[in-house]
């Protein structure tokens, strides 16, 4: 298997997530090679590689990594303009995306532009319990 996964969770708005996205994260390598993966080991995705990167660097290498990728993997719990702007993209590059949403675990709603795109076959939309996405990982991936 070949799969190349972007995998994508806001980053500077949701800090307090990164242990779960690395749970993530690991739990994609069963499925193939994560893209991004290195993104969430940094606080500052100017520091990804240890050393400063400017964001038209950040923004060339992000939008590389969406070309190159078979699926789009997006934690979209904390709201984040930079989430949104990749999973548009990855829409109009006509990628496969799953978008994890923690209903049960935080008072926040949904976007309507991510709720209302759900098609059931290229675009899904998942509520979830935190320890519930290893299923729902393995039922998306099985379908593909």
């Given at each position: 298997?070949?799969?190349?996964?972007?995998?994508?969770?806001?980053?500077?708005?949701?800090?307090?997530?990164?242990?779960?996205?690395?749970?993530?994260?690991?739990?994609?390598?069963?499925y193939?090679?994560?893209?991004?993966?290195?993104?969430?080991?940094?606080e500052?995705?100017?520091?990804?590689?240890?050393?400063?990167?400017?964001?038209?660097?950040?923004?060339?290498?992000?939008?590389?990594?969406?070309?190159?990728?078979?699926?789009?993997?997006?934690?979209?719990t904390?709201?984040s303009?930079?989430?949104?702007?990749?999973?548009?993209?990855?829409?109009?590059?006509n990628?496969?995306?799953?978008?994890?949403?923690?209903?049960?675990?935080?008072?926040?709603?949904?976007?309507?532009?991510?709720?209302?795109?759900?098609?059931?076959?290229?675009?899904?939309?998942?509520?979830?319990?935190?320890?519930?996405?290893?299923?729902?990982?393995?039922?998306?991936?099985d379908?593909?």
């Amino acid at each position: 298997m070949n799969r190349k996964i972007y995998f994508c969770g806001s980053i500077r708005a949701g800090c307090q997530d990164r242990e779960l996205y690395l749970r993530i994260i690991e739990k994609l390598h069963t499925y193939g090679q994560v893209l991004t993966e290195n993104v969430f080991h940094y606080e500052d995705p100017l520091l990804e590689t240890g050393k400063v990167r400017s964001s038209e660097e950040i923004h060339e290498n992000y939008v590389t990594w969406l070309e190159e990728c078979n699926v789009v993997v997006a934690e979209v719990t904390q709201p984040s303009l930079g989430v949104g702007y990749e999973i548009g993209r990855a829409v109009n590059m006509n990628k496969k995306i799953l978008c994890l949403f923690r209903s049960a675990d935080t008072d926040k709603h949904l976007s309507c532009m991510i709720q209302g795109a759900h098609n059931d076959s290229t675009f899904i939309v998942k509520h979830y319990k935190e320890e519930e996405f290893p299923a729902i990982l393995k039922e998306f991936f099985d379908q593909l």
